[in-house]
């Protein structure tokens, strides 16, 4: 996947995503920023933490979203445990994306956790 490329599926995303983040040794906190037609402007790993953690700051992730003049989001992490089970502080760091980000009009379309065998859609599982 590259930079204006049309994100016209799930699985197309969970595929780069799995791809970029399943092999990563700590938790990586990634953003693939879309245009309002919903095409690739770019993909930014932002935060790294350790084996099952990650500080992830909204801050950083709002200018981000405004460096790239983003229309919308979706959000990925890996679980390094290789299980990609949503926790709750997984829930709760989502929460406070879209309420930073919904302040400049950047749509979080979804958030991906990446295992080593599946990739936990949060929009497919109706938690978003």
């Known amino acids: 996947m590259k930079e204006g490329d049309l994100l016209t599926s799930p699985d197309l995303v969970r595929n780069y995503l799995s791809a970029q983040l399943r092999h990563q040794p ?21 935060f790294y933490g350790t084996i099952d953690g990650a500080a992830v700051y909204p801050r950083e992730v709002v200018k981000k979203a405004l460096a790239r003049n983003a229309s919308a989001a979706i959000l990925a992490h890996n679980h390094p445990s290789g299980i990609a089970e949503p926790s709750q502080a997984d829930q709760r760091i ?10 400049v009009d950047v749509r979080v ?11 936990i859609s949060f929009a497919e599982r109706g938690l978003l």
């Open 109 to 119: 379309i979804d958030h991906m956790v990446v295992g080593d065998k599946e990739v």
């Open 94 to 103: 989502t929460q406070r994306l879209q309420d930073a980000l919904s302040l």
């Open 26 to 46: 700590r938790e990586v906190f990634a953003v693939l920023f879309l245009d309002n037609q919903h095409r690739l402007i770019g993909y930014d790993e932002i």
